[in-house]
């Protein structure tokens, strides 16, 4: 069974400074898909970045980039130069990829909060 | 606009009064599913849908009913509320892989659904 886990609850950082979520994963599949969502104070659920598990390269989708290490199951997302507009919920989540599968499973959410 | 859109987006209820939450989707999307959210849980799935007519349990599907009759539609229906059903409900929507070897595609959420059962 896929199992995502961020073990991070709760992370406070300077505007400005780059930022790190974790995200590790579990599944047995050697297909499935991994992404990030975004959700604001406003409640919406806001898509950012996919990554393939076989995709060569990491994802990057502007400020966002993940950092995909296959061998440890981890999927850490990336924010650049982060900005008060980032302060929000991240969930990570994963799709595994046979044919028939649409569920996406997530984590439990980190809670980011940037401070001026 | 391509847009999942949900209705109601906030409703407090009684215990045991039927409601329906409705979400419809506007890019012909095949799947379907609805998710709620608890503090410290994150989002889990109720149920699905991967086409008309077709749907199935997801995580924690008890105290709730769907149907998928149109393509666009997937309303989700508590028969007999109750307190621990308040939550936040999204509903999401996306293509569905046409063939195996194809990669995924992005699903998309409702604005949610932020219900109370006193």
């Known amino acids: 069974a896929q199992k995502i886990t961020q073990t991070q609850p709760g992370m406070f950082v300077q505007e400005k400074e780059a930022v790190t979520l974790d995200c590790t994963y579990d599944?047995?599949?050697?297909?499935?898909?991994l992404f990030w969502y975004k959700q604001p104070s406003s409640g919406e659920m806001i898509f950012l970045i996919y990554?393939?598990?076989?995709?060569?390269q990491n994802a990057t989708e502007g400020r966002y980039s993940l950092n995909f290490q296959k061998a440890r199951k981890s999927a850490n997302l990336v924010i650049s130069a982060s900005q008060l507009g980032d302060s929000a919920m991240y969930f990570c989540?994963?799709?595994?990829?046979?044919?028939?599968?649409?569920?996406?499973?997530f984590g439990t959410g980190t809670r980011l909060t940037i401070i001026p | 606009e391509a847009q999942v859109t949900q209705n109601p987006r906030y409703l407090i209820t009684v215990t045991g009064k039927k409601l329906t939450v409705t979400c419809s989707q506007n890019?012909?999307?095949?799947?379907m599913s609805w998710y709620r959210q608890d503090p410290g849980l994150g989002l889990r799935q109720i149920y699905y849908?991967?086409?008309?007519?077709?749907?199935d349990k997801g995580d924690v599907p008890e105290g709730y009913k769907v149907s998928r009759k149109e393509k666009r539609n997937f309303p989700l229906i508590l028969e007999s509320p109750s307190p621990n059903q308040t939550s936040l409900y999204f509903c999401?929507?996306?293509?569905?892989?046409?063939?195996?070897?194809?990669?995924?595609?992005?699903?998309?959420f409702g604005p949610g659904t932020r219900l109370t059962v006193l």
């Open positions: 999401a929507s996306s293509f569905r892989k046409a063939e195996p070897g194809q990669g995924t595609h992005t699903q998309y």
């Open positions: 599944t047995s599949d050697p297909s499935y898909g």
């Open positions: 990554q393939g598990s076989y995709d060569q």
């Open positions: 989540a994963m799709r595994e990829l046979y044919f028939g599968n649409e569920k996406l499973t």
């Open positions: 890019m012909n999307h095949e799947y």
């Open positions: 849908s991967m086409n008309v007519e077709v749907t």
